[in-house]
């Protein structure tokens, strides 16, 4: 059974960092295309960062130079760290995992930035 499971996100203040943490379990980790998605209230979901199985990274245009997504393929988790946080940054954030039809999500964690 596929798991994926967020973890860091919370409350933090303008300008702040947060270092958001997706684990994998019950899946081929290296062979998926991996992002991170947010959706705030009232909103679309929208894509924030994808490296593809191959390593190719890109980010959505509101968070490059913000945002930085790694992986770590020994411990089955991909990162979003995220800098200079601003309040249009409050969302859930969700990571995605796909492949060839194959869709799964985590249940998201919040990240608010507020002062």
């Known amino acids: 059974q596929v798991q994926l499971v967020e973890s860091g996100g919370g409350l933090v203040q303008p300008g702040g960092s947060l270092r958001l943490s997706c684990v994998a379990s019950g899946i081929i980790f290296s062979i998926y295309r991996k992002a991170w998605y947010r959706q705030a209230p009232g909103k679309e979901r929208e894509l924030v960062a994808v490296?593809?199985?191959?390593?190719?990274?890109n980010y959505a245009d509101s968070m490059k130079g913000r945002a930085t997504i790694s992986k770590d393929n020994a411990k089955n988790t991909v990162y979003l760290q995220m800098n200079n946080l601003k309040p249009e940054d409050t969302a859930v954030y969700s990571c995605?995992?796909?492949?060839?039809?194959?869709?799964?999500w985590g249940q998201g964690t919040q990240v608010t930035v507020s002062s």
């Open positions: 490296i593809t199985g191959g390593g190719t990274i």
């Open positions: 995605n995992f796909w492949l060839s039809g194959l869709d799964y």
